[in-house]
């Protein structure tokens, strides 16, 4: 990692790296190497880590640029908020159990409430971390922080989406969380697109099923049960909605027009997450049936890997083509 930084200094060489790198490539490590690029062209950005280690190397080069705050993600917050004072943007990370639910009163006062540019990255998010148990899912901070005033709400894809979402929050005048997860993940994208916050990107064109997914697993999940309904004659498409607020509302009614069924796919609850968010969408215009694949409502309290507790969720393909061609009726 330290090599790799050493020797991809810019932003453009940073994002280089990262799409040649992208199936092997983490998003919190594409991420990491894109703070630490943005911050040598901006010094008044500032980096806070809650004994993130994979931040060591901003520390070391740009130590004046760094604080670590220790195992207080509260604490944490509150002094991003006033580091937005005299610093711009602000970085603040944490594991995002914790960053996010452990500090939701200091980041609806003293970041969302302030609007300021704050922009709070939590890692092992979802399911990532399920080895530690459910003291370390990640499964509600979706929906808690969207429902934050003047809140950004970003989930990549991968880490070449990771990559280009650090540097569109930080160009962003307003307060973000941006959502990663643990381990590397197969690549979303074959060719280099721009990435614009709050627009979709359409991975298949409509059809009359409509997968509307956020995250890495997600979006894997949504292309594959794509391509299994095709293989059975029933057209879907594919939108990535790494920006789950603001939602892109034009790209869902467009997308879900002509669709008999939307069916969203997130590695969070499916209460108060991107279903939600769509549902209020489709609601408003008398939609499509919407079907909201996420873990279900109870208390999750398993224990093992990523891979295993997703199956367990329904978070599959087979479901995701089960819940499509039900909705089809």
Known sequence: MSTDIAAHRTVAQVLDH??????IMESRNAYAMMLLALA??????ACLTADMNFEDHFALELP???VDLGIAEQNMIG???GLTVS?????????SPFAVARAFEQIKIDVAGANVPVK????HAGLASGHYGPTHHSLEDIGVIRMLPNMTVVVPADSWEAAQATVAIADDPGPAYLRLGRQATAPLYQEREAFVLGRARVLRDPGRVLFIATGPHPNLVAAEAARELAAQGVSAGHLNMHTVKPLDREAVLHAGANADAVVTIEDHRALGGLGAAVCEVVAEVGGPPVRRIGVPDIHYD???GEEYL???AGITVSNAVAQALDALG
């Open 40 to 45: 040598r062209e901006n010094p008044r950005l």
């Open 64 to 66: 004046r640029q760094h």
């Open 310 to 312: 997703l199956h367990h």
């Open 302 to 304: 398993l224990v093992g």
């Open 79 to 81: 002094v991003a908020a």
């Open 87 to 95: 610093a711009r943007p602000v970085f603040a990370n944490g594991m």
């Open 18 to 23: 990262v799409w040649e790198n992208r199936a």
């Open 120 to 123: 709070i990255v939590g890692t």
